[in-house]
């Protein structure tokens, strides 16, 4: 079944570690997309991707960083200067066009040591 | 700046009554407009999706959604609520912005619903 993959479903984090989450997508989605929740928030976008080597920086980028060397992968680098990093983090793509839902993999719950 | 809001943060209804979320937009054109669903440490699954056309969707899972133009609003609906469906509700506007070709996509904060037997 096609879907998108994120690992590990559970990280944690050491003071001054940098931390990659894992996304892959077997969809053949052109875009991808990171997101960041918060309790009792809807979904941030940190960075997105519209197509392979190319993303933007979303709403709140700062603290985190990407590649897209491959069109069905799109990891996500919390950094160090990422002061708050606790929070549930989603991977989402979809096909070209506005009008395309985005498909959720079942996210990564990233914690503090 | 396009904005979603979802004015219930926690809803709790009887099993087998019926449902409404409500979910308003503020945008200068006509959006395109999702619900998703998520359960607890999940992923958020698309549940309808409102483009064009007919203004009541119907969904998976028996929700539909009315899309009214003139109160900026796409309320999702159920006539019978299960206890499975206790979970989060995100509305969803997608826009695409004209200065940068991103496909945005803009939630709400979020309804989590409370089924009681």
């Known amino acids: 079944d096609g879907g998108i993959t994120q690992s590990p479903k559970y990280l944690f984090r050491k003071e001054g570690q940098n931390v990659t989450l894992s996304c892959e997508q077997n969809?053949?989605?052109?875009?991808m997309y990171w997101y960041r929740q918060d309790p009792g928030q809807g979904l941030r976008l940190i960075y997105y991707?519209?197509?392979?080597?190319?993303?933007q920086k979303g709403d709140i980028a700062e603290g985190y960083s990407v590649s897209r060397e491959k069109k069905e992968s799109f990891p996500l680098t919390v950094t160090s200067a990422q002061k708050n990093p606790t929070a549930f983090y989603l991977c989402?793509?979809?096909?070209?066009?506005?009008?395309?839902?985005?498909?959720f993999g079942d996210g990564t719950r990233l914690s503090i040591l | 700046a396009q904005s979603v809001t979802q004015p219930d943060i926690h809803i709790t209804v009887s099993e087998g009554a019926s449902l409404e979320l409500r979910c308003n937009y503020s945008y200068g054109a006509t959006p395109y407009l999702f619900w998703y669903v998520q359960s607890p440490g999940q992923g958020l699954q698309l549940l309808l999706k409102?483009?064009?056309?007919?203004?009541l969707v119907q969904g998976i899972k028996g929700f539909e959604a009315e899309f009214k133009r003139s109160q900026s609003s796409f309320n999702l609906r159920k006539p019978s609520v299960h206890w499975s469906d206790a979970a989060e509700y995100f509305c969803?506007?997608?826009?695409?912005?004209?200065?940068?070709?991103?496909?945005?996509?803009?939630f709400g904060s979020g309804t989590r619903l409370q089924v009681q037997p």
């Open positions: 989402a793509s979809n096909d070209r066009g506005p009008n395309q839902p985005q498909h």
């Open positions: 969803a506007v997608g826009l695409l912005l004209p200065d940068t070709g991103r496909r945005a996509l803009t």
């Open positions: 969809l053949n989605h052109d875009a």
């Open positions: 409102y483009f064009s056309g007919d203004t």
């Open positions: 991707s519209q197509i392979v080597n190319d993303f």
